[in-house]
């Protein structure tokens, strides 16, 4: 049975994964491995379909700028924006969409 070699398979969303890969970009966590956990999933992502590894990025990327501007390292978050608008207007679009319903909902949880 394939679960047994690779172990107990869980559904999991897309935003989960995508906070999970936020998480071991800005974490100097030395209790959980991060970057092998960032590696599995983009393993795993690839076996599917190579949209969702770029989609997990992508969310992944949003929560890290949200992060960034939540802790007012405001100047990290504009790199990163700087960079998704380089990649397409429908990128940075998607991203500021995306990035403006986080801080609203945060906004709304205060």
């Known amino acids: 049975m394939d679960n047994e070699k690779?172990?107990?398979?869980v559904p999991v969303s897309v935003?989960?994964?995508?906070?999970?890969?936020?998480?071991?970009?800005?974490s100097d966590c030395r209790v959980i491995d991060f970057k092998s956990i960032s590696d599995r999933i983009?393993?795993?992502?690839?076996?599917?379909?190579?949209?969702?590894?770029e989609l997990i990025g992508l969310v992944s990327l949003v929560y890290v700028m949200f992060?960034?501007?939540?802790?007012?390292?405001?100047?990290?978050a504009q790199r990163i924006?700087?960079?998704l608008?380089?990649?397409g207007s429908t990128i940075a679009l998607f991203a500021a969409k995306f990035l403006d319903e986080l801080e609203e909902d945060w906004r709304n949880k205060k």
């Open 15 to 26: 935003e989960e994964l995508a906070i999970l890969e936020a998480m071991a970009m800005i």
């Open 67 to 76: 992060e960034y501007e939540k802790t007012g390292k405001k100047e990290a």
């Open 81 to 83: 924006s700087d960079e």
């Open 42 to 53: 983009d393993e795993r992502a690839e076996k599917v379909d190579d949209g969702v590894k």
């Open 85 to 87: 608008a380089s990649k």
């Open 6 to 9: 690779e172990g107990l398979l």
